[in-house]
């Protein structure tokens, strides 16, 4: 973490396990707190094991040093940046994306849209899945 800060890198998040850091190449880099990694380590294993939702999960890409560093691309907000709110043409494809993990599912916040969701590749997809299924 200091390294980043070392580097001008930008803290875009943070949580009770994580933070994370805009790598300014199109990626975010989620650093995790504790030396086990349980977070980053629980997501990467959430995204090779949920292949029925993987399309709605953005995507790791690798993990690096010992698995405290997880890299995602960089989602895109849903809402419009000088109002906040979310955008209109979004929201259907998102409400739908999130009954997809439904009861019995991932807990997500109901309609919290950020920051656990956000937009990549032309859909919506979760950003934070590090959570055992209910």
């Known amino acids: 973490i200091a ?7 930008t803290e875009i998040a943070s949580g009770s396990q994580r933070i994370v850091f805009d790598l300014g190449d199109g990626t975010v880099g989620k650093v ?3 030396p086990d990694a ?20 953005c995507p790791v890409l690798k993990m690096l040093a010992h698995d405290r560093l997880l890299i995602m691309p960089k989602a895109e907000s849903i809402t419009h940046p000088a109002s906040g709110k979310p955008v209109k043409s979004r929201v259907k494809k998102m409400e739908s994306a999130m009954r997809t993990f439904g009861p019995g599912g991932v807990y997500l916040y109901d309609y919290d849209f950020e920051p656990n969701w956000g ?3 032309g859909a919506p997809v979760l950003l ?6 209910e």
């Open 3 to 9: 390294r980043f800060a070392e580097l001008g890198v």
């Open 128 to 133: 934070d899945y590090a959570q055992d299924p």
């Open 119 to 121: 937009w990549y590749d």
């Open 38 to 57: 349980s977070a980053n380590r629980l997501e990467a294993k959430n995204y090779k094991a949920w292949k029925a939702v993987q399309p709605l999960l």
């Open 32 to 34: 995790d707190y504790l």
